[in-house]
C-alpha cells in the first residue's frame, strides 16, 4: 500500500537559481544539500509547512548528469527554456499578500491574481523552468482544485 | 470583507520589514503608524492574512533563523540567541523547543552530525535510483 509522496523532482536550467528562487525567496527549507566527488549536488527542499515532502532539483543540462544522452539533454533544454512545463500547484492562505509580497520581491508572474471557481489564483514561474499555479483555495473547494 | 489593494500592500510592507529587521526590537506600534493603521486594525488585518499574529510571527521567523545559524555558523548558542533578537536565553530555548522540537545545543548537534555525514558519505543522502537515472543513465 503506497501512502504518500515523500520526494518529487523538479528539472532546473540551474540548481543554484532554483536554490535561490526556493529557499532565499519563498522560504522553503533545505533537508539535504550533499555533492559527491563528480559535482552531482543532491539537493532537497520542503515547503514551510510540510517537510515530509522532500523536492529535489535536477538539472538535465549539467555536465555531471551522465544518464542523459544529446538527444534528452535537448529536449530538456527546450522545455525548460520555454517555461514550458507547469509543475504544479502552490498553496498560499492569502494569494493576493503573496502575490505583492513576490512581486516587490521581482518574483515573475503571468497576471494578476484572479479568482476561479476553486480559489484566488496567480500563475507564478520559477524563473528556472517551470510555472505553478499560486493558489489560495476556497473554502471546501478542494475537491474542485484543478 | 475584501481587503483594499492599498491596504494589502502597507501590510506586506511591514511583513517585509519584520523580515529584515526581526533581529533588532520591533516596536509594533510603529510599524502600525507606518502603515497608516491603527495597531487593532494592524493586528486583526495581519492576523487574517498570515494566519497568525505579528507577535507570533515574528518569534517564528527569529527561531527559524536560529535554526539556520546552529546548523551554519560558529557561534554560540547565547549569541545566536541574542543576534536574531531575543533577550533572554531561557526564553529562547524554550521557544526554539516548542517550534523545532529539540533544544538548541542539541539540534545544532545533529545538524553537525548530518552536515559531516554529508561531506564524507553523500551517496548514503542519494536514493539508489537518482544515481542510477541521473549519473549512470
Known sequence: MITKVSHVSLFVLDQQKAYDFYVT??????????????????????????????????????????????ETRNAFRILLEKGALGAGVLHTPDCRATY??????????????????????????????????????TPQAGAQHP | MPIAPDVYKKIVMAKLYMDENFHESIDLDRISREACLSRYHFHRLFTRIYQRTPHQYLTRKRVEQARQWLADKDLTVSEICNNVGFESIGSFSVLFKKEIGYAPQYYRNQAWLKKQQGLTQPRKFIPHCFIETCLNG
Open chain 1, 25 to 70: 525567496t519563498l522560504g522553503f527549507k533545505v533537508n539535504t544539500d550533499v555533492t559527491m566527488d563528480n559535482g552531482f549536488r543532491w539537493i532537497t527542499v520542503s515547503p514551510p509547512e510540510q517537510p515530509d515532502l522532500e523536492i529535489t532539483f535536477l538539472a538535465p543540462l549539467a555536465a555531471n548528469m551522465m544518464g542523459y544522452d544529446d
Open chain 1, 100 to 137: 505583492e509580497e513576490l512581486k516587490a520581491k521581482g518574483v515573475q508572474f503571468k497576471g494578476e491574481p484572479k479568482e476561479q471557481f476553486y480559489g484566488i489564483e496567480a500563475i507564478i514561474s520559477d524563473g528556472v523552468g517551470n510555472w505553478f499555479s499560486m493558489t489560495q483555495p
